[in-house]
């Protein structure tokens, strides 16, 4: 039997997933909401795909993607997100996944990417052809946003959407003081003054 886990906060987005998934053959599909939910329904039902979405309340995609390592769980990974490919896509390699497809794209082109994953092939987007002609500026940009953390890059994104400390915490099980150093090391890192340049940051490089 054909199983599959969809793992989306959106009902809508697993609605629709659901619907490709059993065009495709699968007739036990999961469902959870959650990062922190994952682990534990990949133990229970063993589910041969997992379509993974990144932005996760508790933990987000690449947590995710890192447990199912850590427990040397077998499954296969398909990571559907809204995020900006430039930027997540190769962490997603480095975490297991074995495909990469965004919200933006048409259905047919996440049935493609299932269709691929469960014959054994990897699947992942192609870069905008404006990603080769970066100027100097951006491209030193991206690259400071390439050596940041996991857990950095997903607070950053969130002080990009313009998201206080207090509810980035609440959201991601963190105390107020560790999001408030972890946005001092952003604005360290990447060189700015402000959380008003932190979000300029992230816009101009498609972090949000």
């Known amino acids: 039997m054909k199983s599959a886990l969809i793992v989306d906060d959106h009902p809508v987005v697993r609605a629709a997933i659901r619907i490709v998934l059993q065009t495709e053959g699968f007739n036990q599909i999961y469902e959870a909401s959650h990062g922190n939910e994952v682990v534990s329904l990949i133990r229970e039902h063993?589910?041969?795909?997992?379509?993974?979405?990144?932005?996760?309340?508790?933990?987000?995609?690449?947590?995710?993607?890192?447990?199912i390592k850590t427990n040397d769980l077998r499954c296969r990974v398909l990571v559907f997100s809204t995020h900006e490919p430039m930027f997540y896509q190769e962490r997603c390699v480095r975490a297991g996944a074995m495909a990469y497809v965004t919200k933006t794209?048409?259905?047919?082109?996440?049935?493609?990417?299932?269709?691929?994953?469960?014959?054994?092939?990897?699947?992942?987007?192609?870069?905008?052809?404006?990603?080769?002609?970066?100027n100097a500026v951006q491209t030193t940009e991206k690259q400071m946003?390439?050596?940041?953390?996991?857990?950095?890059?997903?607070?950053f994104r969130q002080l990009g959407l313009g998201k206080s400390n207090k509810a980035i915490a609440e959201e991601m099980h963190l105390s107020y003081k560790t999001v408030s150093t972890y946005k001092t090391r952003l604005m360290k890192k990447l060189g700015v003054s402000s959380?008003?340049?932190?979000?300029?940051?992230?816009?101009?490089?498609?972090?949000?």
Request: charged share 25%; net charge positive; aromatic share 6%.
């Open 46 to 67: 063993k589910p041969r795909l997992v379509i993974l979405d990144l932005n996760l309340p508790v933990l987000d995609g690449l947590e995710v993607m890192a447990r």
């Open 105 to 134: 794209n048409k259905l047919e082109q996440l049935r493609i990417a299932i269709r691929a994953v469960m014959s054994g092939h990897a699947y992942f987007s192609s870069f905008p052809d404006s990603f080769s002609t970066l």
């Open 145 to 155: 946003i390439d050596q940041l953390s996991d857990r950095e890059l997903s607070i």
């Open 195 to 208: 959380a008003v340049h932190l979000r300029d940051f992230a816009k101009r490089n498609h972090v949000i």
